[in-house]
């Protein structure tokens, strides 16, 4: 979903989405065409033209575009629509419209985001392009979500994707970066355990800029394959760990990041109503080192931070963190700064 075909050169559309669209009814058409998306590794993405109108549609891959062998279950979309319906609820337009979802296929139908009024967070950071105003407002709305959510425990039912959860998001994240640096072994289990243990909201599981769409209403939330019911630190602390990052992507806007790094901080925490801030902002801080390290040496490392000194920059405030670990996550940005200031 993260790019515009040219719509004049499509393709017919694989028998599976055509079938899907039938029988979900969004279509009466045997002869559908459209165009593959590209941005996903998790997925195959393709925007449909109908009668009706064009629509997103994605199947899950059993086996990720990945190099290492990461492998996860097909049936993640059923969730991903479901969390874009409490998405929904919670706040009017941040995420797509779920337009169908049929399980036996493995299809999630939605509707279509137009570049023409959304842009990607990730290219606007890409370019140096970090608003202040544009992080809290991604704070503000991702803490929305885990309030409604959290105030709902009966939706917990809905979403028993633990087993998914820890496929792709804490095996190949902490377990695989632990397997390459024995001596935080132990650390790291610990914070796969600490995840699993504070069952509170409704979790996205890949808060990325990739994934957030800037549009005329707000941030729009894509991708929420991960979807799970347990700790909402992970969500804010997967999101964190991208603005530091991005320090190493477009140096010139390093202190920009960081200022979007506070400023979603603070307008998330304000919205921290289902259980005391500092307790989740200390389980955010002690994972979000975690997830730092992980993109260098765990099964996803981030594309741009290619260099050998980079990886190694990472590695060094990574290991400090995870060795004394800080209670707020500003302690964490601190550390980089100074890293960064070297």
């Keep these: 979903m993260a790019m515009t075909p040219d719509q004049t050169s499509t393709l017919p559309v694989p028998p599976a989405f055509a079938q899907a669209l039938r029988e979900l009814g969004l279509t009466d058409s045997d002869k559908l065409r459209g165009a593959p998306l590209t941005g996903g590794v998790s997925s195959d993405i393709w925007l449909i033209y109908t009668p009706r109108g064009q629509v997103c549609a994605k199947r899950a891959l059993p ?11 097909i049936e993640r979309n059923l969730y991903e629509a479901r969390w874009m319906l409490v998405a929904a609820a919670a706040l009017a337009g941040s995420a797509p419209r779920v337009l169908g979802q049929h399980p036996g296929l493995g299809v999630l139908v939605m509707s279509y985001q137009s570049p023409a009024e959304h842009s990607l ?27 409604h959510s959290a105030a709902r425990a009966e939706l917990a039912g809905s ?7 820890f496929d792709i998001r804490l095996e190949p994240y902490l377990l695989a970066t632990a397997r390459r640096h024995p001596d935080l072994a132990a650390r790291l289990e610990e914070l796969v355990a600490q995840t699993q243990s504070h069952k509170l909201a409704l979790v996205h599981g890949d808060v990325s800029p990739k994934n957030i769409l800037l549009g005329p209403a707000g941030p729009v939330f894509l991708d929420a394959e991960c979807a799970w019911w347990g700790d909402p630190a992970f969500d804010i602390a997967f999101c964190l760990n991208h603005l530091l990052l991005k320090c190493l992507w477009t140096p010139r806007a390093s202190d920009d990041f960081l200022h979007c790094f506070g400023a979603l901080t603070e307008a998330y925490l304000a919205g921290v109503d289902w259980e005391p801030r500092a307790a989740l902002e200390g389980r955010a801080a002690a994972l979000l080192p975690g997830l730092f390290l992980a993109r260098v040496d765990g099964k996803s490392p981030v594309e741009y931070v290619s260099a050998e000194a980079q990886r190694e920059s990472v590695r060094r405030v990574a290991r400090k963190l995870l060795a004394n670990p800080a209670s707020r996550v500003d302690e964490i940005s601190a550390t980089w700064r100074e890293e960064l200031q070297r």
């Design 63 to 73: 086996k990720l575009r990945v190099a290492a062998d990461w492998r996860a279950p």
């Design 121 to 147: 967070w990730k290219e606007r950071l890409r370019h140096g392009e970090a608003d202040v105003t544009t992080a809290r407002a991604v704070g503000r709305a991702l803490a929305m979500i885990h309030a």
């Design 159 to 165: 979403f028993d994707s633990d087993a998914i959860f």
